[in-house]
């Protein structure tokens, strides 16, 4: 393997392209793994055979084979596996993750539920463990905009630049979604965002149903706790879960339904997702088409 001293700049640059292309921007472990060196070990001669020995003399001995550690083996509290495959205690080096279950996902609700504000239902996901999106993501992603809003937007999860910046719609989705704003005479002083998931999930991959479950209470609540007038749902993670439908986005966008606060319903609509529409340029003019009836139902609102 080619030390990364050895590599010239421009070559260096490269690696990190290649590394940033392919979703990679985080590091798991504190110093890097050899896997060419992983791979020769496991080559390596059996203990129990003599490298000496003839296909005779290995034929005629019963092969002896040591229990390799799993790969879950160097997650466990207090141990590592080191390059050669062997497991070795660690003082410094602790798993954090945790295995959901049915409990997670009660005590998302009972968190959820207990909040009666926003403040505290920040605090409540902040100390929420039971999703394991959240020792992975550098921040807790909980909104931006007015609070206050008559409109509120839910997104789908934070992406590389939400997570670093720890605010919704900031990289270049979000940067259309501006745009988006912008052309029917709103910015983020008069509406409010959030996402479906407050974590990245690694390399904006999507989440898992899951993800989805465990963070659902929080969103709900969250809703409930804004009161906006109007919700508008962005994609199609959104869309199915807090509309309770398997309908694809496409086939849903820019229908008005009704979204339950508890209290009383307000009008809600599903469109295209910003991101779907920076890979799907074409479909902006059904983007348009929305944002137009968006426009028509605030200016409609007594």
């Not at 508890?262 to 929305?290: C, E, F, S, V």
Request: one cysteine or more; hydrophobic letters at 45%; glycine letters at 6%.
């Amino acid at each position: 393997m080619t030390d990364v001293r050895e590599l010239a700049a421009a070559e260096l640059e490269a690696v990190l392209r290649f590394y940033a292309d392919a979703g990679v921007d985080c590091m798991l472990d504190d110093a890097p793994v050899d896997r060419f060196a992983e791979h020769l070990a496991r080559r390596e001669v059996r203990p129990g055979i003599s490298a000496a020995s003839g296909p005779d003399t290995a034929s005629a001995q019963p092969v002896r084979t040591e229990a390799r550690p799993s790969q879950a083996a160097a997650r466990q509290p207090g141990t590592q596996i080191d390059r050669a495959g062997a497991t070795t205690p660690t003082a410094d080096r602790m798993d954090i993750t945790a295995i959901p279950d049915e409990n997670a996902v009660l005590d998302a609700r009972a968190a959820a539920a207990e909040a009666q504000t926003l403040e505290d239902l920040r605090g409540a996901i902040a100390a929420f463990e039971g999703c394991n999106l959240r020792h992975s993501a550098k921040s807790v992603v909980f909104a931006d905009g007015n609070p206050k809003a008559d409109i509120m937007f839910v997104g789908e999860a934070p992406g590389r630049e939400e997570d670093i910046q720890g605010l919704p719609f900031v990289g270049r989705a979000g940067q259309l979604f501006d745009r988006m704003l912008a052309a029917i005479d709103l910015d983020r002083t008069n509406v409010y965002i959030t996402n479906m998931l407050p974590w990245r999930p690694p390399g904006n991959r999507n989440p898992t149903a899951h993800e989805i479950e465990l963070c659902r209470p929080f969103v709900e609540r969250h809703i409930v706790l804004a009161a906006p007038r109007m919700i508008v749902f962005l994609g199609n993670i959104a869309n199915k879960a807090l509309m309770n439908t398997n309908k694809g986005i496409l086939s849903m966008r820019g229908t008005w339904g009704e979204y339950d606060l508890g209290d009383r319903t307000i009008p809600a609509m599903p469109t295209l997702h910003p991101a779907y529409l920076l890979r799907n340029p074409a479909h902006k003019r059904l983007a348009w088409q929305d944002l137009l009836a968006i426009r028509l139902k605030l200016s409609d609102l007594p």
